[in-house]
């Protein structure tokens, strides 16, 4: 029988931080899962290497599930984003072990294609409404046919969403950069942007809105109910989860479609948003819960009640998720949309994937497992750089939602 013969945590920076599981069989086969918790990478890397990597060795790679429970299970301690991005990370890299084993992509495994390619989202910001305005262009001209659109809010330095020197990128300091926030200015400056969007460039594309958990219920049904006209694809984390009751007040109020779902971790978290049928997608990602086995089953559960999928994609989440999320996204009948953000150039030197864009889709390929190879040599090149997501500041000093 084969059995795991080593797991390594391999860590790079090639432009941002990735945290990548390796392991290795008996029979040389070796499977990859992204473990990237952004701004908390090194308390998973010890996760994994502390406690995981032990329990792995010697166990056969082939029992997937069982694996699954054994270390949700046996860890005693539940859930939470360090548990299941290592939890993910050794399901990823099982599957991709079990494709290749198999001489199938990962895709087939989950019962085969029920689409031909994932259609995905792209981003425009911009630090006014006019650069806004070109960068849906630019977008367009690349083909997306759905787009994010955010406008930094005049008056507040570093609004979230907004890309600086090209690239959109949040985590770009060593210690957390505090950046002020008003609601007041958001609430009557993003509808007015949406608005524009929507009058240069006509309904024929979706268009999509990520409020970062920025305002209040009663705020966000406000805000929901006020940009109906403009018929966004969805409002994105319009409040913080953790009171998922807050959910139905501004269900009550508005016909804005909702998602949410990139900050939890596993279905118990996402529950009641799914069967109270609180959200209209469901934002879960393969490296924070729980690996293709668990998302799965969230996305399965999801299908009961017309929720359909939309998961996260930032740059934070490595090309070996994006490859397990294409794939997913491939096979499941629930399928909504895909974020897709790309990266900068250099990951591409360190990770090899077969995953490739056209036509505002995205596309796995027939390799065998995820089609995913990491390039040791180029990894080395680039070395641990911590990084800090912003905090936000209301305009009196105190602490808000990032
Ligand atoms: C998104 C997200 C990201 C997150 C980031 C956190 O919708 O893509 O909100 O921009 O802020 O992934 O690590
Ligand atoms: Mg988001």
């Known amino acids: 029988m ?19 599981l390796r392991i290795t069989t008996s029979d040389g086969v070796t499977g990859l899962g992204d473990a990237t918790l952004n701004g908390r990478e090194l308390a998973v890397a010890s996760y994994l290497e502390d406690h995981l990597v032990p329990l792995l060795i010697g166990r056969d790679p082939a029992r997937i599930e069982d694996m699954w429970q054994y270390l949700y299970r046996g860890a005693y301690w539940r859930r939470g984003p360090v548990t299941m ?9 099982l599957w991709d072990i079990k494709g ?17 390619g994932v259609l995905v989202y792209t981003h425009a910001s911009g630090a006014d409404t006019a650069a806004l305005l070109d960068d849906v262009a630019r977008a367009q001209e690349l083909g997306y046919q759905a787009i994010r659109a955010q406008a930094a809010v005049p008056g507040i330095a570093g609004t979230y969403g907004v890309k600086k020197d090209g690239k959109y ?19 009557r400056f993003a509808p007015t942007y949406l608005r524009a969007v929507r009058e240069r460039f006509g309904f024929d594309f979706h268009l999509l809105h990520d409020v970062h958990h920025r305002l ?13 006209d403009v018929q966004l694809f969805w409002m994105e984390d319009p ?10 007040l501004i269900r009550r109020h508005t016909t804005t479609p909702i998602a949410v779902g990139e900050v939890l971790t596993s279905i118990w978290d996402v529950q009641h948003l799914i069967t109270e049928q ?18 799965r089953r969230i996305f399965d559960l999801a299908a009961l009640y017309q929720v359909r999928s939309g998961s996260h994609g930032a740059s934070d989440l490595s090309p070996v998720c994006q490859a397990a999320a294409i794939h997913l996204d491939t096979a499941i009948p629930n399928f909504g ?3 897709h953000m790309g990266y900068p150039d250099q990951v591409a030197e360190v990770f090899r994937t077969g995953v490739t864009y056209a036509d505002g889709h995205l596309h796995v390929s027939d390799e065998p497992g995820l089609g995913v190879e990491y390039d040791d040599e180029a990894a080395a090149a680039f070395p641990y750089n911590p990084k800090y997501l912003p905090v936000a500041r209301r305009l009196d000093g105190s602490v808000h939602d990032w």
Not at 100 to 116: C, M
């Open 337 to 339: 949309i895909q974020e």
């Open 100 to 116: 290749k084993v198999a001489g199938l992509p990962v895709y087939q495994l989950l019962g085969g294609r029920s689409r031909e």
């Open 85 to 93: 991005t290592a939890i993910s990370a050794v399901d990823t890299a």
């Open 278 to 295: 609180l959200i209209d997608y469901v934002r879960t990602t393969v490296v924070h819960a729980g690996g293709i086995t668990h998302l």
């Open 239 to 248: 409040t913080p989860v953790e009171n998922q009751e807050a959910f139905r």
């Open 169 to 187: 990128e949040p985590a770009n300091s060593s210690l957390p950069e505090e950046q002020p926030w008003s609601t007041g200015a958001y609430l």
């Open 216 to 228: 209040t219920p009663q705020e966000a049904a406000r805000f929901g109910k006020e940009v109906e």
């Open 2 to 20: 084969s059995v795991i013969e080593r797991a390594e945590v391999l860590i790079t920076s090639p432009g941002r931080n990735f945290v990548t």
